[in-house]
C-alpha cells in the first residue's frame, strides 16, 4: 500500500484511514464571572454566568482554534460588547480569552453604582387574623435570611435580574412547608431594598365556625362562657384554607387541648373536656365535657302529637366511677301533678354505647335500655317494660347543645318529642 504525505503550514492530511485535522475545533466553553467589587450574590452570579455562558458558547464553539489565535483581540472586543448588552446593571470591565478545545472566559465585571447593603422584608398575610398570621409563619420559616442571600451585594440596576431569582426561590422554600399558599414577590430596590412577599391562598377557605358544646353528665349552661370564648377563636381560622387548618389540625387541637387542662374547672372539679375539629368550609370544635365524679343535668320536654303528659321536667343527679354510673332521674308531670323517681344504673360499654336498668317509682317498674350514638349529633335509644312487656324505640338529633328533637314510637303510639337542655 501506498502512502502519500503533503505537509503545509497550517495543515497535515493523512490518507486511507487516518485522521484528517486542519487546526482544532473548540469543543467546550468554560465562563468565570466576577465582580471587581467582590460582592456578587451566588444564585445571581450563577443565572448571569449561564447567560453568558450560552452567548460566548453561540460565538467560540466549533470554530477553530487557530482562526480564533489569529484575532484574538477582535474576538475578546466582541465578547465584551457582547456580555456589556446582556448584564444590564453591570459594565464589562475586562475579558481574557484562554484558547484551546476547552476554552476559558474570564469575565469582570462592575456595578453600574450603588449595590444592595441591606434589606427588609416585608410578609402580607391578606386578611387573616392574628391567629391565624401565627399559624403560617410557624411555615414560612427563615424567608428573610434566603433573601438576603440573593439580594446583598446585587447592582440596585439590576433587579430585572434579581425579581425572578427571589420568585422561584420563595416559591421553591415555601413548596413544601407552605403548599396551601402562592407568594408573590416585589421588589424596591435601594441600598436598602424592600421586598414585600404576597402569601395568596390556594383553594377552598374556611367562611363559617361554630361550636358545639356536648355534656352527659353536666348542665351546659355551666360553660356557656366558656363556650363563647372558644367561638371567638374559632373565628380566628376563618379565612384559612381549609386543606391547611386539615394540617394544621392535631396542633390546633392539641394547643385547645392544653389551655382545657390549666382551667380551674378542669384542676379542681375532675371535669375532662375533650376537643374535637371537623374542618370543612364550615368548620366546627366539638368539646365533649364530661365530670370523672358527678352528674348533674336538668332538662325539660314537650311532646308533640300525645295527649298524656305531654310536658315534662327532668333532673339528673348521680355519681361515676370508671364505666359505672349510679343516678336518680327525678321527673315531674306539670299536667297531672305528679312526680316520678327513677333510681338508675348505667355501664358505658363503649365510647359510644351505653347499657343500663332503671326502677320506676311509685309505679314499681322495671326497665332495662340501651343507648346509642351515631356520629356527634345522632343516637338512638331502645327501652324495654319488663313488665308491662312494652317496647320503646327512639331516634334523636341534637339541633344545638341546648335542643334536641327526639322521634319515639311505641307498641301501639308515636309521637315527636322537642327536649331543652339546662
Do not use: C
Amino acid at each position: 500500500m501506498k502512502i502519500k504525505h503533503w505537509v503545509g503550514s497550517a495543515a497535515l492530511v493523512t490518507i486511507l484511514g487516518f485522521t484528517s485535522i486542519y487546526g482544532a475545533p473548540v469543543q467546550t466553553v468554560h465562563v468565570d464571572l466576577q465582580s471587581t467589587t467582590g460582592m456578587i450574590p451566588s444564585a445571581l452570579q450563577q443565572r448571569m454566568q449561564a447567560s453568558v455562558q450560552a452567548a460566548t458558547s453561540y460565538i467560540y464553539k466549533g470554530k477553530e482554534v487557530e482562526e480564533i489565535q489569529a484575532a484574538l483581540p477582535s474576538y475578546e472586543k466582541a465578547t465584551m460588547d457582547i456580555v456589556d448588552r446582556i448584564l444590564y446593571g453591570y459594565t464589562v470591565k475586562g475579558v481574557a480569552v484562554h484558547v484551546g478545545e476547552t476554552m476559558d472566559v474570564n469575565i469582570q465585571i462592575e456595578p453600574y453604582g450603588h449595590v444592595m447593603k441591606s434589606v427588609e422584608t416585608t410578609i402580607h398575610y391578606g386578611n387573616l387574623s392574628p391567629y391565624g398570621k401565627q399559624l403560617v409563619e410557624k411555615d414560612v420559616g427563615p424567608i428573610s435570611q434566603r433573601l438576603e442571600q440573593i439580594l446583598l451585594g446585587s447592582s440596585i440596576d439590576a433587579l430585572h435580574w434579581v425579581k425572578p431569582i427571589a420568585q422561584k426561590t420563595v416559591r421553591n422554600d415555601l413548596e413544601g412547608s407552605l403548599p396551601e399558599f402562592t407568594p408573590q414577590v416585589d421588589i424596591v430596590g435601594g441600598e436598602t431594598g424592600q421586598v414585600m412577599v404576597y402569601l395568596v391562598p390556594n383553594g377552598d377557605s374556611i367562611h363559617r365556625t361554630d361550636v358545639v358544646l356536648q355534656s352527659n353528665t353536666l348542665p351546659s349552661a355551666f360553660f356557656y362562657t366558656m363556650r363563647q370564648y372558644y367561638e371567638k377563636k374559632m373565628r380566628d381560622l376563618e379565612g384559612l384554607p381549609i386543606q391547611f387548618v386539615r394540617r394544621h389540625q392535631v396542633m390546633i387541637e392539641a394547643d385547645i387541648q392544653k389551655e382545657l387542662n390549666q382551667s380551674r374547672s378542669v384542676t379542681q372539679f375532675g371535669i375532662t373536656i375533650a376537643p374535637q375539629l371537623e374542618v370543612g368550609s364550615d368548620t366546627k370544635l366539638y368539646l365533649q365535657v364530661d365530670s370523672s365524679k358527678y352528674m348533674i343535668r336538668g332538662e325539660g320536654y314537650l311532646d308533640m302529637g300525645r295527649n298524656t303528659d305531654s310536658v315534662g321536667i327532668r333532673l339528673y343527679t348521680g355519681v361515676h366511677k370508671g364505666p359505672h354510673t349510679w343516678y336518680l332521674e327525678t321527673e315531674f308531670l306539670p299536667n297531672s301533678l305528679h312526680w316520678k323517681f327513677k333510681p338508675s344504673y348505667v355501664y358505658q360499654f363503649s365510647k359510644d354505647t351505653q347499657v343500663g336498668y332503671q326502677y320506676v317509682s311509685p309505679h314499681g317498674r322495671h326497665k332495662a335500655f340501651l343507648r346509642q350514638d351515631i356520629g356527634n349529633r345522632w343516637s338512638l335509644r331502645y327501652e324495654r317494660d319488663l313488665r308491662e312487656k312494652e317496647n320503646e324505640f327512639a331516634i334523636a338529633y341534637d339541633v344545638h347543645d341546648y335542643l334536641q328533637l327526639e322521634y319515639i314510637w311505641k307498641d301501639k303510639d308515636r309521637w315527636l318529642r322537642l327536649v331543652g337542655r339546662i
